[in-house]
């Protein structure tokens, strides 16, 4: 198969090893000639140091790519989304598999990743996502993901093409539900890296990152996703690779908000893409339009745009009106 990457960041260079390690031809596409020369000079990525890049990976700078592809995979950063499906329409094959592998949500539209995408090419899209840690998996670190689509056998496609001994893959319907857990646990890591750089502990970062999946389930619901999905892969484990790894450029961020930084000084110190603080706003924004009660996203919020002290947020969180658990709780007699 002959399968176009659009992205050459570290997951999507990585996810374009797997794809040639299972025999297909693959072409990593850079938005920029610059860095696509680079890669076809050196056959090394920074983002992934330490691994090298097979020879026989094509490497692309060129839109036209896409004419020759059976499957094209959409890695690049969420803000990039739609202006590269857009500039990809004129050149898909009409039974090319679209791939969305991209977390976040638009903000204005309140879109999934795969949601833009469908609305800039009318296709359906299959969404890959789960805890995947573009390091490891370009070393061929064992984990697994999940393929969901609307279209069973879209996913199956997918399925089998990105699996293999050191990727197993899933198939999921709810594919709101599997993306909406892939942005929002970049909100609720960054959240986690804010109690670290503050000092808190690992109890802290437990209640964080459980209430923090409690809320992403009302909101899920609330659009029309399944609760079972964020007990799942895209969900509570995504959530917990990202909120504990230091590969985590959402945490490294966080770390630094806690100790002080500006959030923009602080994604500057990263030097990368930081997809929570992106999500933070819509999620905040799809709280507010879906009427659900999203008390973590709203602090994220209130520290990353609107300059509220960290340790104020936490306060505020830890002060909030005394509630049940699980809501609607019924007691025994």
């Known amino acids: ?41 050196t056959l090394r990525n920074p983002f992934l140091p330490g691994v090298e890049l097979p020879a026989e990976m094509d490497f692309t700078f060129s839109c036209q790519a896409a ?6 995979v959409f890695a690049t ?22 791939v969305c592998v991209t977390k976040g949500i638009e903000q204005g539209s309140g879109y999934c990743m795969s949601q833009v995408i469908e609305e800039e090419t009318g296709r359906t899209v299959v969404a890959l996502s789960g805890p995947s840690h573009a390091e490891e998996v370009s070393r061929g670190i064992p984990t697994g993901v999940v393929a969901a ?27 709101l539900g599997v993306e909406l857990g892939a942005a929002h646990k970049n909100v609720i890591a960054l ?13 802290t970062k437990a209640l964080l990152m459980t209430r923090g999946l409690a809320e ?13 999905t964020f007990a799942g892969l895209a969900g509570v484990g995504d959530l917990i690779v990202t909120c504990t790894s230091m590969h985590s450029r959402n945490r490294r961020a966080g ?67 005394k509630t049940s658990e699980v809501e609607d709780a019924a007691w025994a007699r």
């Open 1 to 41: 198969m002959k399968i176009l990457v659009a992205g050459s960041g570290g997951w999507g260079t990585a996810l374009a090893l797997v794809l040639l390690k299972n025999g297909n031809q693959v072409s990593l596409w850079s938005y920029c000639q610059e860095e696509s020369e680079n890669l076809a000079k």
């Open 216 to 228: 992403l389930a009302r909101l899920g619901m609330a659009m029309g996703a399944k609760r079972e």
């Open 255 to 321: 770390i630094l908000i806690g100790k002080g930084y500006g959030a923009r000084e602080a994604m500057k110190e990263v030097g990368a893409v930081v997809e929570g603080y992106y999500a933070a706003k819509s999620a905040w924004e799809l709280a507010g339009k879906y009427g659900v009660e999203m008390p973590i996203t709203q602090a994220a919020y209130e520290v990353l745009y609107e300059g509220k002290d960290p340790h104020d947020a936490i306060n505020n969180l830890m002060l909030r009106q």
């Open 191 to 203: 959240c986690a890296g804010v109690c670290d750089g503050m000092g808190y502990g690992d109890n």
């Open 149 to 175: 689509c609307r279209d069973k056998a879209l996913a199956e496609r997918v399925q089998a093409t990105f699996m293999r001994e050191t990727l197993r893959v899933y198939t999921c319907p709810d594919t």
């Open 67 to 72: 004419a020759h592809a059976d499957m094209v």
């Open 77 to 98: 950063p969420s803000f990039a989304v739609r202006s590269t499906a857009k500039s990809f329409l004129p050149y898909l094959r009409p039974d090319a598999v679209l």
